[in-house]
C-alpha cells in the first residue's frame, strides 16, 4: 500500500470516528433534557404524557393538602392553574405562596411530579419562573 493510500484510509477513519463520537455526545445530551413549562404553557402547548418536563410557577394558596405520603397541590402562574401530585417528603422550604419547580410528566390532567425544588431564601425565585411570571403579568 502506498503512502498516498495510506493517509487516505487514515482521513477516512479519522472522519468515521469523529462523526460517531459527536453522535454519542449528541445522544447523551438529548437524554437529559429537561424543559421547563409554565402552567400556561402546559395548558396551551399540552406536552405528551410520556413527556418529562419541569413545571414551574408559585404553590397556590390554601391548596397544599398532606394525603399520607402524598402531597397534593396546585402551582399556578397567575394566569393559569395545574393540579400537582408529590409522592414523597417535600423540601424544608416548600411552602404556600412560594414558587416550585417540579420535575415530573402529565398523567389524566394532573402533573405526577418526581422531584420538587423549592427556593432557598426569602428573595429566592428560579429565573424561568420570574421571567414566565413577570411575562404574564408586567
Do not use: C
Request: aromatic share 12%; hydrophobic share 40%.
Amino acid at each position: 500500500m502506498t503512502p498516498k493510500r495510506q493517509r487516505m484510509w487514515f482521513a477516512i477513519f479519522a472522519v468515521g470516528f469523529l462523526v460517531a463520537a459527536v453522535l454519542l455526545i449528541m445522544n447523551a445530551f438529548r437524554d437529559n433534557l429537561v424543559f421547563f413549562f409554565t402552567p400556561t404553557d402546559v395548558a396551551s402547548k399540552k406536552p405528551a404524557a410520556t413527556e418529562y418536563f419541569r413545571l414551574g410557577g408559585m404553590v397556590e394558596k390554601g391548596s397544599v393538602q398532606q394525603e399520607g405520603e402524598t402531597l397534593r397541590f396546585t402551582v399556578t402562574d397567575y394566569t393559569e392553574s395545574l393540579d400537582v401530585s408529590y409522592n414523597g417528603l417535600p423540601p424544608t422550604l416548600f411552602r404556600e405562596g412560594q414558587g416550585v419547580v417540579a420535575e415530573g410528566h402529565l398523567k389524566d390532567g394532573r402533573f405526577i411530579a418526581t422531584k420538587l425544588l423549592a427556593k432557598h431564601d426569602e428573595n429566592y425565585m428560579p429565573p424561568e419562573v420570574a421571567k414566565a411570571i413577570k411575562d404574564k403579568n408586567p
